[in-house]
């Protein structure tokens, strides 16, 4: 057996053993396999659009988010706009942006984070504007999935946006 160039003859590692509480069964405070959270930096570009959420759906498909597919399509909507208005209107102020996407049992929040200390609004429909309206289209998104969303100031300043959508029911 080849012991990978050991020179004092130890036994080789036999790897990642179980945790004592493996065995055991789960039980409600045990977090389900799809829990966590996870955050990313990109720059303020406009390349980072697509690759956030490209980010997103793969977290959700990699981690088996049990996100219906409705819900899974709002949210990625939402991370475009979101990345799209940290690009347009914050690059300025904050070359780098976060996203953050933390999973409960029953819930997903998505978040994006930057530099600027500008607190949007969602801007109501004018027939007459051809844009302005991200931060409608996700208000209106997350009202239609039951779900909350914000704006809060950060402790360096900026500002981060988030929406908290529900997930299909997990059992536990």
């Known amino acids: 057996m080849d012991d990978h160039g050991r020179e004092d003859g130890a036994a080789p590692d036999p ?14 405070t045990d977090p ?10 990109a720059p303020s570009v406009e390349a980072s659009v697509p690759q956030a959420r490209h980010a997103v759906r793969d977290l959700l498909g990699r981690q088996g988010v049990p996100v219906s597919d409705d819900v899974a399509d709002g949210l990625l ?4 706009e979101l990345v799209t208005n940290a690009v347009r209107h914050a690059a300025v102020l904050s070359p780098t942006l976060a996203v953050e996407v933390a999973v409960g049992s029953d819930w997903i929040r998505l978040s994006v984070e930057d530099n600027h200390p500008y607190r949007p609004t969602a801007l ?22 039951g779900g909350a969303c914000d ?10 946006v988030w929406v908290a959508l529900p997930l299909e029911h997990a059992v536990r």
Request: no cysteine.
């Open 124 to 145: 109501e429909t004018d027939p007459a504007r051809t844009g302005g309206r991200g931060l409608l289209l996700v208000r209106e998104i997350t009202r239609e999935a």
């Open 15 to 28: 790897g990642p053993q179980p945790h004592p509480a493996a065995d055991k069964p789960a039980d409600a």
């Open 77 to 80: 909507l939402i991370v475009s």
């Open 151 to 160: 704006v809060a100031h950060t402790a360096s300043g900026g500002k981060v």
């Open 32 to 41: 389900l396999p799809y829990e966590g959270v996870w955050r990313f930096t």
